[in-house]
């Protein structure tokens, strides 16, 4: 049966894209008409391995097309997904307008037996007490009339086509008929295994576990490495080594964590558990440690310059990576930002590269953009996001013989042994 899809996001167009090469016909719903039209016209809005040959062939078959429309679009197919963004306002509440209005959407054109699945990141009970109760508005009720299910995203952008179709998946659903139903289609696009839960809410609550994992593990990585660094011990090498226990599995430190998950999806766990009387310290404290990293590379920048007779104020700082990992055009909730903004509101001079993040968001910050050779000229070069493409970095191509690297892709004495003084997230 053909399948709308709400949100033609990172998450939902290639989620439309593999329905639609599983030879389904697929509609995405974007309230962006740009987004739409690049889809229709077998582009892809967004940077992702593979995925604009896929939204083309799709589109060029036909199995998939896009539109504003969304009552047409509900009205012509059986199963809807809600794949819409779920951010936090700045209070740090989850914001859930998107899946509201998709649900009021749908719910204006659902129909007796379709199935609507939920896969934005909500927190826990979000289906139940939100979604369901709009859809039911059409008169018709969950379960008896009309299915429901929720499935996590868990594909890592930037892998994101390869994880869809392999990784595994939870699914719950408002009843057992609703998760089976999830369960045939998602079987169509993965070979990974499916995992079904009892309910919705269990699904719901599976997704931000894992992801308050890694955020938590991330900060405690990050805590050591500040901790190693007064100690004068390389972090890098003593996590490598610690990692050699069997149950030891201690992450990677950084200039924070970005994206749009991690850095956010704790946020609704601390929410929901507050509203039932509960506190979540651990997991507020690790969004802390994390959040609070950018001004740490801050001062260890600022310690490296004055180990050069320099300060912050009038030095050319060269920053390598505004987005918020290697390899991606993603800046949502990246690091660089609160990074970038501390130095140039303490008078420094920032040239920042990035072959990928769009121009404009940098100068949004008040950044210059210059090429990579201009960056390494600077009194300081600072390595902020893995991109690849840094890894083929030299020491030589290092005029100021000055780096602060961030994040674990150059080694250490290959720079040390050619004079360049090298410092980074637990390693001064
Ligand atoms: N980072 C570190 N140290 C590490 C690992 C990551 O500093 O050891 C940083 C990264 O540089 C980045 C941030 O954390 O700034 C998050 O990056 P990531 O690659 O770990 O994760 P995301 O946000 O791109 O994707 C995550 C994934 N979740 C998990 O691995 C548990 C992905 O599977 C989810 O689908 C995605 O969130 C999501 O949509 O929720």
Request: charged residues 25%.
């Amino acid at each position: 049966s053909p399948i709308a899809i709400f949100g033609l996001g990172h998450m939902g167009l290639p989620t439309a894209a593999l329905l639609a090469k599983s030879g389904l016909k697929v509609v995405g719903v974007d309230i962006n008409k740009e987004t739409v039209e690049m889809v229709n016209s077998g582009q892809s809005p967004i940077m992702e391995p593979g995925l604009e040959a896929m939204v083309k062939k799709a589109v060029e078959n036909g199995c998939l097309s896009a539109t504003t429309d969304t009552l047409s679009a509900v009205g012509a197919v059986n199963v809807i997904m809600i794949i819409v963004p779920t951010p936090v306002d700045d209070d740090k509440k989850s914001d859930l307008s998107a899946v509201i209005s998709a649900s009021k959407s749908i719910s204006a054109g659902l129909k007796k037996d379709d199935l609507v699945i939920i896969e934005s990141t909500v927190p826990p009970g979000t289906c139940e007490n939100l979604v369901i109760p709009l859809l039911e508005k059409s008169g018709l009720k969950a379960g008896a009339d009309f299915k429901v299910a929720y499935t996590p995203e868990r594909a890592l952008p930037n892998n994101t086509l390869y994880e869809m179709t392999h990784n595994a998946r939870v699914i719950g659903g408002v009843d057992s008929e609703s998760t089976q139903m999830a369960v045939s289609l998602y079987h169509r696009i993965t070979e990974g295994e499916i995992i079904m839960v009892q309910d919705l809410v269990t699904a719901e609550m599976v997704k931000l576990m894992e992801n308050t994992y890694r955020d938590t593990n991330i900060a405690l990585a990050n805590e050591l490495a500040l901790v190693c660094d007064t100690l004068g011990v390389d972090a890098i090498e003593a996590i490598q080594a610690a990692n050699h226990h069997p149950r030891v599995n201690i992450h990677t430190p950084g200039p924070g964590v970005g994206g749009h998950c991690l850095s956010i999806d704790p946020y609704f766990l601390v929410e929901i558990a507050r509203e039932r009387g509960l506190e979540t310290p651990l997991i507020q404290a690790s969004r802390k440690v994390n959040e609070d990293m950018p001004g740490e590379v801050v001062r260890i920048i600022q310690k490296a310059l004055e180990g050069e007779g320099k300060t912050i104020s009038g030095s050319k700082i060269g920053v390598l990576g505004a987005a918020y990992k290697g390899n991606v055009a993603d800046a949502r909730e990246t690091p660089a930002k609160p990074l970038i903004e501390e130095l140039i509101s303490k008078n420094a001079d920032v040239l920042v590269n990035d072959p990928y993040v769009s121009p404009e968001i940098i100068r949004s910050w008040g950044a210059q953009i210059v090429g990579l050779e201009t960056a390494l000229e600077s009194d300081v070069v600072v390595l902020v996001t893995d991109h690849d493409l840094y890894r083929n970095i030299k020491p030589e191509m290092i005029k100021n013989r000055l780096l602060v690297c961030t994040r674990p892709i150059l080694d250490r004495e290959t720079f040390q042994k050619e004079g360049v003084i090298f410092k980074g997230v637990g390693r001064s």
